[in-house]
């Protein structure tokens, strides 16, 4: 992410990403681009503390175009995807092999319209939570820890309050204090700040986002 200018932030600019990021059409286009790219970090070292999945449910909370979700079923987990694009079954079957799909679902639902998600013992939130409205943030976040069983790992990136995108009022940007506080009564077993200029898809941008992996006690 090093090394790159971020555009101003100006009302004009600001305008131009909230138009751009909700476009109808442009998660399509994003995760048709993702072909190509790497599993994300943080959901290697979500899979590597927990070990192989023999069986057990875990859930792709904004799985695109399935890249984490492929890893999963590949480490031995039964996958619940969800994710709000249309489309998302098709490039999530696209994506997984053949063989892993008797382990897989695959949930097509708004991050607003979803009410429940299953008991699971990974919860893997890949730069997903931050597009969660801030009306709907404590809801969707309640369902998430609801979902946990006892011994359940949570990871998850959450954007700062210095992101360059933190004009946009339909995404949830937190204070370092206010990403903590999320996981009070759980074992944070790292949580990592990232405070530099980088890359989007949109382009040059500065990021703020804290990387966390959790555990439920039990």
Not at 13 to 26: K, P, Q, Y
Not at 129 to 135: E, H, I, M, Q, T
Not at 145 to 157: K, Y
């Amino acid at each position: 992410m090093q090394g790159c200018q971020f555009p101003s932030r100006s009302r004009t600019s600001a305008r131009w990403l909230v138009v751009t990021l909700h476009d109808e059409g442009h998660w399509a286009t994003y995760n048709d681009a993702q072909q190509g790219r790497d599993v994300r970090p943080l959901c290697k070292e979500v899979l590597a503390l927990a070990g192989d999945g023999g069986g057990r449910t875990a859930v792709d909370f904004g799985c695109g175009l399935g890249k984490e979700t492929r890893a999963m079923l590949s480490a031995g987990w039964r996958v619940h995807a969800i994710d709000g694009e249309p489309g998302t079954r098709e490039r999530v079957l696209r994506t997984v092999d053949e063989a892993d799909r008797p382990r897989l679902t695959v949930q097509t639902t708004r991050f607003a319209d979803l009410t429940a998600l299953p008991e699971a013992d990974l919860v893997y939130a890949g730069f997903a939570l931050p597009y969660v409205a801030p009306a709907d943030f404590s809801r969707i976040w309640r369902l998430v820890l609801a979902s946990l069983r006892p011994g359940a790992l949570v990871a998850g990136n959450l954007f700062g309050v210095r992101d360059s995108w933190a004009d946009d009022p339909l995404l949830t940007f937190l204070t370092e204090t206010a990403a903590r506080e999320l996981f009070d009564g759980l074992e944070v077993l790292s949580f990592v700040e990232v405070d530099e200029d980088g890359q989007a898809s949109t382009g040059p941008k500065h990021w703020h986002v804290f990387d966390v992996v959790a555990r439920r006690h039990g």
